[in-house]
């Protein structure tokens, strides 16, 4: 059993009812609530306990945008935790902490909404030389299956208790947005840590420099894999400003889904997406390259084509004569991803 991420190595020695015995092969601190992992291949264990339902519960009931799964090992796990919401779900983060999962990714990547790379367990799973590369296959399955992929833990955690990073955290850093992840995650530095303002900002500003910067370091094209017509589009979508001279991509979604396609193309220029509902827009804004709008509902094609121009106009994305790509469903709501307009901003909508 290993305790904190591996910091304490114990040596199991004896089981007597609920109580375990084990002999300390390697010590170390650890906190209160810290975890604890059993390095096995399949443990007994169900996927969604009593107590994780009755704090799914609580969690949905106030409004939370996401729900991380824990130590999910194959499709199966994320398909229990969704049935467990019933009618009221939100997106679903596998965390990917363990062996199996890595091995069963492909599944895991279609089942759930996003992955969270959670180096800590992870690299108690697997050897610790084999974690960078495991952690750019990781983000390459995401990001071809078009889900959001979060690479977490240690990402600056001498800040837990100094005012600057390291040279190789801030490295660490760096890497995992070249890599192509669409989030970087601060764990006990900004939970535990004596500088969490300070450790924010910093993550902040390395991303934000390597985004400007660092283009042509950065991981090769994903070929997202196009199973569906609003897939496609996306694609296109995303091609055009690499042949015409346009400044931003905008969608209207009432579900995220095609700024979710949007993002996995990884678009030259700005994508901005106007979205109705509040919750939506909210979990909209960790997909990489969104900046979401709120919206009203349009009553047609036109009308929906009205509001983006408008909408760019007036937050000053956009001058009367540029050209936008916009994409969407039409009609708007009713059915998925299969509208591809190059629009004039300021122009009449025919």
């Known amino acids: 059993m290993l305790l904190a991420d591996g ?13 375990v015995r084990a002999r ?6 650890v906190r209160s609530g810290q975890g604890v992992n059993v390095p096995a291949e399949r443990l007994g264990l169900p996927p969604v306990t009593a107590r994780d339902r009755d704090g799914l519960e609580r969690a949905l009931g106030l409004g939370v945008d996401f729900v991380a799964q824990s130590f999910v090992r ?9 049935a467990a919401m019933g009618d009221d779900t939100v997106p679903i983060v596998a965390k990917i902490e363990t062996r199996p999962a890595v091995e069963d990714i492909g599944g895991i990547v279609q089942e759930a909404d996003a992955i969270m790379i959670a ?46 990073p390291t040279r190789a955290e801030t490295t ?38 390597v985004e400007a910067r660092g283009e042509s370091f950065g991981a ?21 400003p690499n042949e015409l001279d346009v400044v931003a991509i905008t969608c209207y979604t009432e579900t995220g889904r095609t700024a979710r396609l949007l993002s996995a193309e990884r678009p030259v220029v700005p994508v901005y997406a106007f979205i109705p509902p509040v919750e939506v827009r909210r979990s909209t804004c960790l997909l990489w390259g969104i900046e979401a709008l709120p919206a009203s509902i349009p009553a047609d094609t036109d009308e929906m084509i009205a509001l983006m ?3 760019l106009q007036e937050h000053g994305l956009a001058e009367p004569g540029d050209s936008v790509v916009m994409a969407a469903a039409s009609p708007a709501g009713r059915t998925t991803t299969n509208m591809l307009k190059i629009h004039r901003v300021g122009m009449p909508v025919r």
Do not use: N, W, Y
Not at 7 to 19: N, T
Not at 150 to 157: D, K, N, Y
Not at 181 to 197: H, K, N, R, W, Y
Not at 220 to 240: K, L, M, N, T, W
């Open 309 to 311: 121009d408008a909408g």
């Open 24 to 29: 300390c092969l390697s010590g170390g601190t």
């Open 220 to 240: 090769r094209p994903v070929d997202v894999r196009h199973a569906s017509e609003g897939a496609a589009v996306a694609h296109a979508a995303a091609a055009i």
């Open 7 to 19: 910091a304490v190595e114990l040596a199991v020695e004896d089981i007597a009812g609920d109580v």
């Open 119 to 164: 180096r800590g367990d992870l690299g108690v799973e697997l050897p610790m030389e084999e974690i960078p590369l495991v952690q750019k296959e990781l983000i390459r399955a995401a990001r071809a299956a078009g889900r959001l992929a979060i690479v977490a833990t240690q990402m600056l955690e001498s800040m837990i208790h100094a005012p600057r």
């Open 172 to 209: 660490d850093v760096a890497k995992a947005v070249l890599d192509g992840a669409d989030a970087v995650m601060l764990s006990g530095e900004t939970a535990v840590g004596e500088f969490p303002f300070e450790a924010a900002a910093v993550a902040t500003r390395i991303a934000s420099h």
């Open 74 to 82: 194959s499709p199966r796990d994320v398909a229990e935790l969704r």
